[in-house]
């Protein structure tokens, strides 16, 4: 008989356990992510996903717990998580509002070849339906360009491992079917998303899986349309219309 070859997933959260002073923000949460899968992180306000990737990204100290990506301890640093390929957008977008839409995916771009630095952002920009905006402050465009510029950012760096906060809040239908049109592209290139998400038909269209927290703890893993129908969702989100 043989053995099936193990694959080390992209991220594995193993046992997260975060709190702030007195209060339990996440209680034993463990979930993987694989290569060029999307994972959705849903649940009620208050219930840990923004801490999640808190933790991935070394912003918070876990009290418990392991984040490895690709078999090895998340790196503690942005040098680190730059080098191991992994990109963040934020819900507060914390674009350099004064300066223009390509200076600003150059930004994580540094260490790159100044010709090398160009051609990638380039690439991002023209992707997300930028290119035109290139010369503007990024201050002055309407939120939904905003937003794309601060995705276009963090795919600057060609990310392994593509965290998104909120990708969808304040957007229209038309801004939400492109933004899954590149969640799909960017996965069948092989990175890895994993997105924080309150608008769930957007969840149900772009995620291979889905984790509910509620209070901290994984109540639910798995399939979109499964994750819908657990009665235990169904209860934490009871008068609420997420998952209607
Ligand atoms: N820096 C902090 N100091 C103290 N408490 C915090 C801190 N960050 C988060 N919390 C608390 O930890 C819990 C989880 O917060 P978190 O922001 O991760 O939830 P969330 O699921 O992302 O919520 P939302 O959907 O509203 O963004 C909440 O009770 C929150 O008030």
């Not at 290139?134 to 965290?163: I, W």
Request: with cysteine; aromatic share 4%; charged share 20%.
């Amino acid at each position: 008989m043989t053995t099936p070859p193990r694959t080390t997933p992209r991220l594995r959260v193993s046992g997260l356990e975060v709190a702030f002073g007195g209060l339990t923000a996440l209680n034993g949460v463990s979930f993987d992510v694989g290569d060029g899968e999307t994972v959705a992180l849903i649940g009620p306000n208050g219930a840990g996903k923004t801490t999640v990737f808190n933790a991935v990204c070394a912003l918070v100290r876990p009290r418990a717990g392991t984040v490895a990506v690709d078999g090895r301890p998340a790196p503690r640093n942005a040098t680190g998580l730059l080098r191991a390929g992994i990109a963040r957008t934020l819900q507060g977008l914390g674009l350099f509002e004064h300066m223009s839409v390509l200076e600003n995916v150059l930004v994580p771009l540094s260490s790159v070849p100044a010709v090398d630095r160009i051609a990638k952002a380039c690439k991002r920009l023209e992707e997300l339906d930028l290119a035109h905006l290139a010369d503007r402050p990024a201050g002055t465009l309407p939120y939904p360009e905003r937003k794309r510029v601060a995705l276009a950012r963090a795919l600057a760096t060609d990310p392994r491992l593509l965290l998104l906060d909120e990708p969808a809040g304040g957007l229209g239908a038309a801004d939400i079917a492109a933004l899954a049109d590149t969640v799909r592209r960017v996965a069948a290139e092989g990175c890895s998303v994993l997105l924080v998400e309150h608008h769930v038909d957007f969840v149900m269209d772009v995620a291979d899986r889905v984790v509910v927290l509620d209070f901290g703890e994984v109540i639910a893993c798995g399939a979109p349309e499964a994750v819908r129908t657990d009665p235990a969702v169904e209860a934490a989100y009871l008068g609420l219309e997420a998952v209607a």
